[in-house]
């Protein structure tokens, strides 16, 4: 008998069993009846760093009902407002923490410039204030939105901070990671300060939030880095400044005037601060803080759309529902508080394989599951089979190859 056939089995059964123990590529949990499948798939996850909404030792930060990629929602809470297009947000007291409500509040998505909010946290205290900083070409030649920074100019740091936030300034970013010692010690500054307010969602890869591989935030991590902003008066009042003046740099260039983009900031009532975002990856983002009656709420949208209702409109519509929100409604969670200072994240839990099976396969899917960030131990239907055609194909070739020598 010719081994050809032998062979071609042994070859599709090799496949069937590898697709059936790894799976197929690019449709994860689209199971999930919570994810949707065409949504525009998250950055890449941080390589090495803890799984999507979990702290280095793999508790989920602000409580476990904040680990879904679905809806957290109060028990017998109001309806949610319709046409809200954002694929992860979230809305919560600022004064509490509690977690109103959400949606994927830890999905690692594309930040855009609303990671502008933690670049402001993290140079605001590195820079004076009253500092000049002398615009460079790199300035002026940074991709998308700019606030005109000219070669030669001198800007004060506290106008680049107002640029950056009130006109979202890629330049004014870019002057500002030069004035603090450069791009690599900015971001690791801006990585440091996210480790810190236990926003482990958070990488940045850029001060001003366009896109690069790896980057990414969540909407969970947006209202942290909002909550320390309002806290702080210095970094409120740049928020809220409504006009600002650049200079004039002879004999090209006159003096001109920037306004506040936040258009809530006017039209919404008790708005302390927003920040939006735009890049063709990260789509729309948002994140705000408002006050009415006493209460302080923030609201977060990332991966949105801007149709059938603007993302202004849909952060408007969330905040309502924050405010009409009853009183004493439990929480779906919190936000956490920073670490104190000095004290280091916690220890990453151990991704070691248990030796509770025998066999060595068995420990190797033990060992693949843990690597993965599963918390299961029971293997699936889909895996059982895959060994049973594994073992199939090892007693097939053993047959047969019996069968040839007799």
């Known amino acids: 008998m010719s081994m050809a056939p032998l062979r071609r089995s042994a070859r599709w059964l090799a496949a069937a069993a590898l697709v059936l123990l790894v799976g197929t590529p690019g449709v994860a949990g689209a199971a999930d009846p919570k994810i949707d499948p065409n949504a525009p798939t998250p950055t890449t996850p941080h ?40 694929r992860g947000w979230l809305v919560a007291d600022l004064d509490s923490g509690d977690v109103l409500a959400a949606r994927d509040p830890h999905g690692r998505y594309y930040p855009a410039s609303t990671l502008k909010t933690l ?9 004076d204030p009253a500092a000049v900083v002398t615009g460079a070409l790199e300035d002026a030649s940074v991709d998308g939105t700019k606030v005109g920074i000219v070669e030669g100019g001198k800007y004060p740091a506290l106008l680049l901070f107002q640029a950056l936030m009130m006109s979202s300034g890629n330049d004014a970013a870019s002057a500002l990671a030069r004035a603090a010692g450069g791009l690599e010690p900015t971001l690791e500054l801006m990585n440091a300060t996210a480790s810190q307010l236990q926003a482990y969602d958070t990488l940045a ?32 009042s740049i928020m809220q400044t409504p006009t600002a003046v650049m200079p004039a740099v002879p004999p090209r260039y006159p003096a001109y005037q920037i306004q506040n983009q936040n258009r809530m900031l006017t039209s919404y009532p008790g708005m302390l601060a927003g920040k ?60 956490v508080e920073p670490r104190p200072p000095g004290v280091p994240p916690p220890t990453p839990r151990s991704t070691q394989p ?28 889909l895996l059982l089979v895959g060994l049973g055609l594994s073992s199939a194909l090892v007693v ?5 190859g019996r069968r040839r020598r007799h």
């Open 47 to 86: 390589p090495g760093g803890p799984p999507e909404g979990r702290s280095p030792d793999g508790t989920v930060v602000g409580g476990d009902a904040l680990g879904e990629r679905g809806f957290a929602l109060p028990e017998d809470g109001p309806a949610l407002p319709t046409d809200i297009t954002a």
């Open 119 to 127: 670049t402001l946290l993290t140079l605001h205290d590195e820079l």
């Open 205 to 236: 890869g850029t001060p001003s939030g366009l896109d690069v591989v790896g980057q990414s935030s969540s909407p969970y991590d947006l209202a942290l880095f909002m909550r320390q902003i309002v806290e702080d008066p210095a970094l409120l």
């Open 276 to 335: 939006n975002g735009f890049t063709d990856a990260a789509r729309y983002t948002y994140v705000g803080a408002a006050e009415q009656h006493g209460r302080r709420l923030v609201v977060s949208l990332m991966l949105g759309e801007q149709a059938p209702i603007p993302m202004v409109e849909q952060a408007t519509r969330l905040l309502d529902w924050g405010f009409a929100l009853p009183a004493g409604t439990p929480p779906v969670g919190e936000l």
């Open 354 to 381: 248990q030796s509770s099976t025998s066999g060595g396969a068995a420990q190797a899917v033990a060992a693949a599951g843990g690597a993965a960030g599963q918390t299961s131990t029971a293997p699936s239907p």
């Open 396 to 400: 097939m070739v053993l047959v047969r």
